[in-house]
C-alpha cells in the first residue's frame, strides 16, 4: 500500500527554502548579485508606481520582487545542483529520481568495485541505462546490461548513455533536457508491464557494499519537487 504524501508544514518550507539558498549561494557567485538585482529592479519601479500613481501598486511590486526572487533562485539552484552533481558516484540516478513525471530508476544494477556503476531507468521514453565512471569499464557493463535485458524488453525501445564530459558521452547538466525530448514510445500500461518484468529481472543483489556514497541530494525543496 502507497505510503500517505507527508504535509510539509509552512515553517518546514521556509527551511528547505533557505537551505536551498545557502547551498545555491555556496555553489554558484552569481547568485547573490542576481538575487540582488531581482529585488532592487522591482522595488524602484514600484516606488516610481507608488509615487506617480497610487499606493495599490504596493502589494502588486512585492509580488513581482517574489516572483523575480523565486525565478532567480530555481534557475540558479538547478546550475548549482548540476555543478555539485558532477563527478559524483551516483549522481545521474539521484537526479533522475527528482525529475517530475513517471521514471522508474534502479541505481546500480551493474558496478565494480572502482565505483563504476551502471543505472536502470524506465519511462515513457523506454528503457535507458545511464553508466557513471570508467568509459572503457563502463562500457562493458553497459554491453552486459543490453544483452541480459534485450530477452524480456521485448519490442521497447532501450537507449543508453555514458555520463561524462568526452566526445560521445553525455555531460550530467545535459541528462534532463536528453531524457526529456526522447520520443514517447510506451504508454503508462506498458511502462508497469515493463516495470514489474525488469523488477523480477533484477532482484537479485548486484552492487557491492558501499558503491553508492551517501545521499548527494541538495536541499529538502529539491525532493518535494519529484513527481510521479
Do not use: C
Not at 515553517?11 to 547568485?31: H, N, P, S
Not at 533562485?73 to 538547478?78: A, I
Not at 545542483?81 to 541505481?107: C, F, H, K, S
Not at 547538466?173 to 514517447?184: E, F, I, S
Amino acid at each position: 500500500m502507497a505510503k500517505p504524501q507527508e504535509k510539509v508544514s509552512f515553517g518546514q518550507r521556509l527551511k528547505q527554502i533557505g537551505m536551498v539558498f545557502q547551498f545555491t549561494a555556496k555553489q554558484d557567485r552569481w547568485f547573490a548579485p542576481l538575487v540582488a538585482a531581482a529585488v532592487l529592479i522591482p522595488l524602484a519601479l514600484t516606488v516610481v508606481a507608488v509615487i506617480l500613481w497610487s499606493w495599490i501598486w504596493l502589494p502588486i511590486g512585492i509580488l513581482f520582487i517574489l516572483l523575480a526572487v523565486l525565478i532567480v533562485l530555481n534557475l540558479r539552484s538547478n546550475k548549482a545542483m548540476m555543478n555539485a552533481a558532477e563527478g559524483q558516484p551516483g549522481a545521474a540516478a539521484q537526479i533522475m529520481e527528482n525529475m517530475r513525471g513517471d521514471w522508474r530508476v534502479t541505481p546500480a544494477v551493474s558496478s565494480t568495485t572502482q565505483m563504476d556503476m551502471v543505472h536502470l531507468v524506465i519511462g515513457r521514453p523506454g528503457v535507458i541505462l545511464l553508466a557513471e565512471g570508467n568509459p572503457q569499464r563502463v562500457r562493458g557493463l553497459l554491453g552486459q546490461e543490453k544483452r541480459r535485458l534485450s530477452k524480456v524488453i521485448g519490442s521497447a525501445p532501450l537507449h543508453d548513455y555514458v555520463i561524462g564530459q568526452e566526445e560521445g558521452e553525455l555531460p550530467i547538466r545535459k541528462l534532463r533536457t536528453t531524457l526529456l525530448r526522447l520520443p514517447r514510445a510506451l504508454s503508462g500500461k506498458d511502462v508497469n508491464s515493463l516495470d514489474k518484468r525488469l523488477k523480477a529481472l533484477t532482484a537479485r543483489p548486484q552492487m557491492p557494499k558501499g558503491a553508492i556514497p551517501k545521499n548527494m541530494r541538495p536541499p529538502g525543496a529539491f525532493r518535494q519537487s519529484r513527481g510521479r
